[in-house]
C-alpha cells in the first residue's frame, strides 16, 4: 500500500468508534498482508471495546482482557475467552482480580502480550497506572519486578 493510503487508513482507524468497522478493517489488513494497518485496527478495536470510561480502571482491564484474548484468537484460529479471569472479575472485582494476578508468577498471558509488543495491555501495566487504588505490596513488587508502569 502506499504511503498516502496507508496514512488515510491509519487517520480513519485512530479516530474509528465502531467495533464492527475496526474488525472488518482488521480482517481487510490481514488479507491483503499490511500488518501495520491490521495492527492499529486491532489496538484500537481493544481501546474501544470496553463499555466502561475511558481512563478508569475497568476500563483497562477490559481492554487488556480483550487484547490477550485478540491474542489467542491469532495463535489459534479461534475465538479463545478468558473464562476464569472473567469470573473472578463477576465475583471479586476488577481491582481485586488484578492485584491477585499481578502478586502471582507471570502468566502465559503476560509473556504473549509481552512478546507482541503490548507491554501497555498487561495487568501489571495496568495496576502502575492505576496505582493509587492498590496496597503498597502490589505497587513494591511491580517495582521490584522492573516495571515502571509507563506504557
Known sequence: MEDEGKSR???????????????????NARRLG??????AASLRLYTVLPSADP?????????????????LKDERGRTTLLGRTRQKIARDGE??????LV???PSDGFRML???GMVDHTFEAVA????????????AR??????????
Open 114 to 116: 509481552m512478546d507482541r
Open 9 to 27: 487508513a491509519l487517520a480513519l482507524i485512530a479516530g474509528c468508534e465502531d467495533p464492527d468497522k475496526l474488525k472488518r478493517m482488521a480482517a
Open 55 to 71: 481512563g478508569t480502571l475497568e476500563h483497562d482491564v477490559w481492554r487488556s482482557i480483550h487484547a490477550l484474548e485478540g491474542a
Open 103 to 105: 502478586r502471582g508468577k
Open 95 to 100: 481491582r481485586r482480580t488484578v492485584a491477585d
Open 128 to 139: 502502575l497506572r492505576h496505582q493509587a487504588l492498590f496496597d503498597d505490596e502490589v505497587v
Open 142 to 151: 511491580l517495582r521490584a519486578a522492573g516495571a515502571d508502569g509507563r506504557p
Open 34 to 39: 499490511e500488518a501495520e494497518i491490521e495492527r
